[in-house]
């Protein structure tokens, strides 16, 4: 998994500030997926990127928090006025296409502490 | 959606073979059975994956049986590196396409001890 990269490793932020989250999926991959993991908790999805196009973002919160993979660049997971229940990580993982039978590889990610 | 159900907990004696159990008696026939684990705070790390044929790669061994609704991750010679949580995930589409996601249940935690 060291090809997707996610930064920054570790983040800190005062309540009510933003949050920018990025991940560089591996190279040829167009697929990427976010997944949030609160502390002591398991791995939850957010939601599923293709270039340009969100598929599935079921798992997202309604508020506060959008996600983008543009045709240029690294995926994004934005979340605006943290609160502390945001502290988490964040992993992202990518895949070269959707079949079952693509691997999907993750990042080491995001370790967001609102303070 | 197929469910997937592990013990949660497992302790093995390192050097020895690390056999983990996983339930899946839910699975429809073009789903695959895929293998994750994290180590403390690591991202998830791909292990196996396979439909109904025994697969074995550089990590580990998978073993399916017959009507698939169970299946086995060895890791032939746990290390202490081993210990981990380990994640057996079917596969499933969502949106009525070809598009699939993974969802985490909550794993087995694996202990390698000297």
């Known amino acids: 998994n060291a090809g997707v990269m996610q930064n920054p490793r570790h983040l800190v932020r005062r309540r009510g500030q933003e949050a920018r989250l990025r991940c560089s999926p591996m190279?040829?991959?167009?697929?990427v997926y976010w997944y949030r993991q609160l502390p002591e908790e398991g791995l939850k999805f957010m939601v599923y990127l293709q270039k340009e196009n969100i598929i599935d973002e079921s798992g997202m919160p309604k508020e506060r928090f959008s996600a983008e993979f543009p045709k240029e660049g690294p995926s994004i997971l934005r979340i605006q006025q943290v609160v502390r229940g945001d502290s988490a990580a964040y992993f992202c993982a990518s895949s070269p296409g959707t079949g079952a039978d693509t691997e999907a590889f993750f990042g080491q990610g995001t370790r967001l502490t609102v303070v | 959606d197929a469910k997937t159900t592990q013990p949660p907990s497992m302790d093995c004696a390192e050097g020895r073979a690390a056999n983990l159990p996983c339930n899946h008696s839910?699975?429809?026939?073009?789903?695959?059975v895929y293998w994750y684990r994290q180590i403390h705070s690591q991202g998830p790390q791909y292990i196996i994956h396979g439909l109904k044929n025994n697969e074995t790669n550089e990590m580990a061994s998978l073993i399916i049986t017959e009507d698939r609704k169970s299946s086995t991750l060895i890791l032939p010679h746990a290390t202490l590196r081993d210990t981990a949580v380990y994640y057996c995930?079917?596969?499933?589409?969502f949106g009525g396409g070809s598009n699939y996601k993974l969802t985490f249940g909550k794993g087995t935690l694996l202990t390698v001890n000297p």
């Open positions: 995930i079917v596969r499933v589409a």
């Open positions: 839910t699975i429809s026939g073009n789903e695959y």
């Open positions: 190279k040829g991959h167009s697929h």
